[in-house]
């Protein structure tokens, strides 16, 4: 499969990571399910999703090594070595850190892991699946409770000096755990990669998105169309306050002429944090639906009548 990459939406590619040279798509492309249950049919669907999503303008395409244990990096490898020309125009991001139980040894429990040879392997094994020499952007995918921070710029050192790592960032990590690690690591950190959704708030006063608009750090939000487009995890919003949702979203939807998920993405993408929502369909049709959410011209009164229906209340 030969893919080529969207010129019609120049929009979605003029975004600069964490303030650095690298640009990327405003939308993240997220690989998670690019595999589904590992059937031909479900890895045919997963080809057609990365065709998709580079047809409609994403250029940055976020992995994890555990995603499908490692399959959806090779997977999306394989598309890499068919399309010639394809690597130069997008961005690969990566990340490591977390451990399943029984791995590698039967009693292992189900861990984080920050240490200098985990991140060091973790990376070595995903360059090879991906069949790249650089992963232009390593998150660390948990906060490891006994990280030292120390010891991760050491790693970063070693990855960032052999080439085999361009930029680097953390995903889930809260305020106080990335600064901690910004104090030792000589790289900057361009991304926190966190769960922002109207149902889980958190990010708006837990420090993270004030932190972000500090250090110049891009926040990319995984399961943005929780509560909206599909159940969320964690804490799940009252019935009430889905039906008080239900009834905004469908308002606003009228008149901006969109989608309710699509007004959930207009939402996040209107903070001035410049939120990166994380889409992960395997749909062509809503993967390329997704970028129509960057044409919405949302109003600051319309995101507040949102967390207002949200949340039951007025602000204070």
């Not at 020309?85 to 029984?102: M, N, Q, S, Y």
């Not at 660390?140 to 790693?155: G, I």
């Amino acid at each position: 499969m030969t893919v080529q990459v969207a010129e019609r939406r120049t929009a979605i590619d003029s975004v600069r990571i964490g303030g650095s040279a690298l640009r990327s798509s405003r939308l993240v492309y997220g690989c998670m399910r690019l595999t589904g249950d590992g059937s031909s049919a479900a890895l045919d669907r997963g080809r057609r999703a990365i065709e998709a999503a580079l047809e409609a303008g994403y250029t940055q395409f976020d992995h994890a090594d555990i995603y499908a244990g490692g399959r959806s990096e090779a997977l999306f490898g394989e598309v890499l070595a068919e399309s010639p020309g394809l690597r130069e125009r997008i961005v690969v991001t990566t990340k490591c850190g977390i451990r399943f139980a029984g791995v590698p040894d039967e009693g292992a429990p189900k861990r984080y892991d920050a240490s200098y040879d985990h991140i060091v392997a973790s990376v070595e094994r995903s360059l090879q699946r991906l069949g790249i020499e650089q992963i232009d952007l390593l998150l660390l995918h948990r906060p490891d409770f006994l990280m030292s921070a120390t010891e991760v710029a050491r790693a970063f050192d070693r990855l960032a000096g052999s080439g085999q790592v361009g930029h680097f960032g953390v995903s889930n990590f809260s305020a106080s755990q990335l600064a901690l690690l910004a104090s030792e690591v000589g790289q900057p950190l361009l991304v926190n990669q966190v769960e922002i959704n109207l149902q889980n708030t958190s990010a708006l006063t837990n420090g993270t998105l004030d932190q972000c608009q500090e250090r110049g750090i891009t926040p990319q939000a995984w399961s943005p169309l929780a509560g909206v487009a599909y159940p969320g995890g964690g804490d799940a919003l009252s019935p009430a306050a889905e039906k008080r949702l239900r009834i905004e979203l469908e308002r606003q939807g009228r008149t901006y002429g969109a989608d309710d998920w699509l007004i959930a993405l207009a939402w996040l993408l209107r903070h001035a944090a410049g939120i990166a929502p994380v889409i992960g369909s395997t749909t062509p049709e809503r993967i390329e639906r997704a970028t129509h959410a960057l044409d919405i011209d949302y109003t600051r009164e319309d995101w507040y009548r949102l967390l207002e229906a949200r949340n039951g209340r007025e602000v204070p």
